[in-house]
C-alpha cells in the first residue's frame, strides 16, 4: 500500500525551529519529486518547497533563505528544515509524490502552530 507518514510538527514560538520528517514507503515506482505543502484553517493548499530525485529545489517566496528540503532517495525519505518560524507559517505541513499516472497521493498531515 502506498503510503506517506509525516512527524516533527509542534508547537513553536515566533523565530523558532522546527524540523519536518516524511517516509514514503509501499511505492511500486521510482519516485522523483517529492514535495511538501501546507494548508492554514480557511485559506487553500499550497506548495512550500519541492525537491527532485537529482537534488533540484525549489521553494515558495514566502518561505526562501527559511526553510530547506532535502531527501535521501535510498530510503524514500524527505526533510522539512524550518527556521525563523513566524505566525504566518501556522498550519497542517502534508507530504506529497506524484506517481506516474498523475495520481496525488498525500500523508495525513501534521500540524505546526507557532505562537508565542
Known amino acids: 500500500q502506498e503510503q506517506l507518514v509525516e512527524s516533527g510538527g509542534g508547537l513553536v514560538q515566533p523565530g523558532g525551529s522546527l524540523r519536518l520528517t516524511c517516509a514514503a514507503s509501499g511505492m511500486r515506482f521510482r519516485i522523483n519529486s517529492m514535495a511538501w505543502y501546507r494548508q492554514a484553517p480557511g485559506k487553500q493548499r499550497e506548495v512550500v518547497a519541492a525537491?527532485?530525485?537529482?537534488?533540484?529545489?525549489k521553494y515558495a517566496d514566502s518561505v526562501k533563505g527559511r526553510f530547506t528540503i532535502s531527501r535521501e532517495n535510498a530510503n524514500n525519505t524527505v526533510w522539512l528544515q524550518m527556521n525563523s518560524l513566524q505566525p504566518e507559517d501556522t498550519a497542517i505541513y502534508y507530504c506529497?509524490?506524484?506517481?506516474?499516472?498523475?495520481?496525488?497521493?498525500w500523508g495525513q498531515g501534521t500540524q505546526v502552530t507557532v505562537a508565542s
Open positions: 525537491i527532485e530525485k537529482s537534488g533540484s529545489t
Open positions: 506529497n509524490v506524484v506517481n506516474p499516472w498523475g495520481r496525488n497521493i
